[in-house]
T-cell receptor, first 108, second 114 residues
Framework: DAKTTQPNSMESNEEEPVHLPCNHS???????IHWYRQLPSQGPEYVIH???SNVNNRMASLAIAEDRKSSTLILHRATLRDAAVYYC?????????FGTGTSLTVIP | DSGVTQTPKHLITATGQRVTLRCSPR?????VYWYQQSLDQGLQFLIQ???????AKGNILERFSAQQFPDLHSELNLSSLELGDSALYFC?????????????FGPGTRLTVL
């Protein structure tokens, strides 16, 4: 029973914005939404997290729907170094539930 | 380099055997997390320790156990190994023990069970 669902793959042109969607329809009020990414042959790397409000940091923005049942990770200008698998994760209580990830291809 | 170290990098063993994976967290981090990444199950949270105490348990099998030592390094013990235990095992660390704390992942240990 997947807690988060993500598209398997997406493509983006270099220097274009990328919107990576995630559905988490069973989210509860205290669950956090996290995004991590995994480059080839590396461990996952933190991107951003949020609870209810939209969040921005130097890497990305996180837009959370008003009903919190979905969220979107926004990379403002994709670079070749952003090619990775992006995981949408729910943390509930002290549990972490990973989605299957979206493999992002950046086209030069 | 996240500052989290894991040893060994690779481990090849046979079914029925027991192995120990080791993790050293970033300096100052009190929490250690263990994850399993396999082709069929994806990334799964196994267990979390905070300052030596077990904080949360995920999909960890009874054949698996972990501990965190006074110097904060952690070990994941896998016993009675089966072919299906072949996977990448990641350790992560964070400053605090709360679910929203940023986690820093190590490079992983690749376990192959033959």
């Amino acid at each position: 029973d997947a807690k988060t669902t993500q598209p398997n793959s997406m493509e983006s042109n270099e220097e274009e914005p990328v919107h990576l969607p995630c559905n988490h329809s069973t989210i509860s009020g205290t669950d956090y939404i996290h995004w991590y990414r995994q480059l080839p042959s590396q461990g996952p790397e933190y991107v951003i997290h949020g609870l209810t409000s939209n969040v921005n940091n130097r890497m990305a923005s996180l837009a959370i729907a008003e009903d919190r049942k979905s969220s979107t990770l926004i990379l403002h200008r994709a670079t070749l170094r952003d090619a990775a698998v992006y995981y949408c994760i729910l943390s509930t209580g002290n549990q972490f539930y990973f989605g299957t990830g979206t493999s992002l291809t950046v086209i030069p | 380099d996240s500052g989290v170290t894991q040893t060994p990098k690779h481990l090849i063993t046979a079914t029925g055997q027991r192995v120990t994976l080791r993790c050293s967290p970033r300096s100052g981090d009190l929490s250690v997390y263990w994850y399993q990444q396999s082709l069929d199950q994806g990334l799964q949270f196994l267990i979390q320790y905070y300052n030596g105490e077990e904080r949360a348990k995920g999909n960890i099998l009874e054949r698996f156990s972990a501990q965190q030592f006074p110097d904060l390094h952690s070990e994941l013990n896998l016993s009675s190994l089966e072919l299906g235990d072949s996977a990448l095992y990641f350790c992560a660390s964070s400053v605090g023990g709360l679910t929203y704390n940023e986690q820093f992942f190590g490079p992983g240990t690749r376990l192959t069970v033959l």
